[in-house]
């Protein structure tokens, strides 16, 4: 059983072109989170749902739109690509009392 | 703005050697912090959280410690193996939801 698992794991496209990325987590936690990690392996965090509701939005362009339709899922929409966003996605989930991360295996962008 | 580092960058150890990871956190208003450990092309696997009130956890060969007053904490791996070698990252929380990731130590345990 998969706790946080994340489509596709692989993505190719060009640029302009618009995709999503789909995140899901069978643990029950109320919090759910987007990274990226770029070429040096930095984590940054882009948002942060609890219970649906936007909590966290750092400084990301505004092409990328997360949505949650319910806790348990988390997906990422990006319009426009560019170069510059081709980079690992990680979803992940958590429970605000305890603070421990779980993550997806990951989303590898390259936009050509 | 929390930043957390991560000292040495890289590491490459003989096996069987015990060996010690550092991370380091500007603010220690902390909630907990949290290690992990990823495999080439994989997500992050939890290792260790340590709760702001607590000094240490320990994991079969694994003992991670938190010194908040200092804004330090140790990841000690005991009898190092090959199935060892990942890149381990740490992570401070400053609230429930917050977290604010090291620049990660890779670890290679030679054979």
């Known amino acids: 059983d998969t706790a946080v698992s994340q489509t596709p794991k692989y993505l190719v496209t060009q640029m302009g072109n618009d995709k999503s990325i789909k995140c899901e987590q069978n643990?029950?936690?109320?919090?759910m989170y987007w990274y990226k990690q770029d070429s040096k392996k930095f984590l940054k965090i882009m948002f942060s749902y609890n219970n649906k509701e936007l909590i966290i939005n750092e400084t990301v362009p505004n092409r990328f739109s997360p949505k949650s339709p319910d806790k348990a899922h988390l997906n990422l929409h990006i319009n426009s690509l560019e170069l510059g966003d081709s980079a690992v996605y990680f979803c992940a989930s958590g429970q605000g009392s305890t603070g421990e991360l779980f993550f997806g295996e990951g989303s590898r962008l390259t936009v050509l | 703005k929390q930043e957390v580092t991560q000292i040495p960058a890289a590491l490459s150890v003989p096996e069987g050697e015990n060996l010690v990871l550092n991370c380091s956190f500007t603010?220690?208003?902390?909630?907990?912090l949290q290690w992990f450990r990823q495999d080439p092309g994989k997500g992050l696997t939890s290792l260790l959280l340590?709760?702001?009130?607590?000094r240490e956890q320990t994991s079969g060969r694994l003992n991670a410690s938190l010194d908040k007053s200092s804004g330090r904490s140790t990841l000690y791996i005991a009898a190092s193996q090959p199935g060892d070698s990942a890149t381990y990252l740490c992570a401070v929380t400053v609230s429930g939801n917050q977290f604010y990731f090291g620049t990660g130590t890779s670890l290679t345990v030679i054979p």
């Open positions: 643990l029950g936690h109320d919090t």
């Open positions: 603010d220690s208003a902390i909630y907990n």
């Open positions: 340590i709760q702001s009130s607590q």
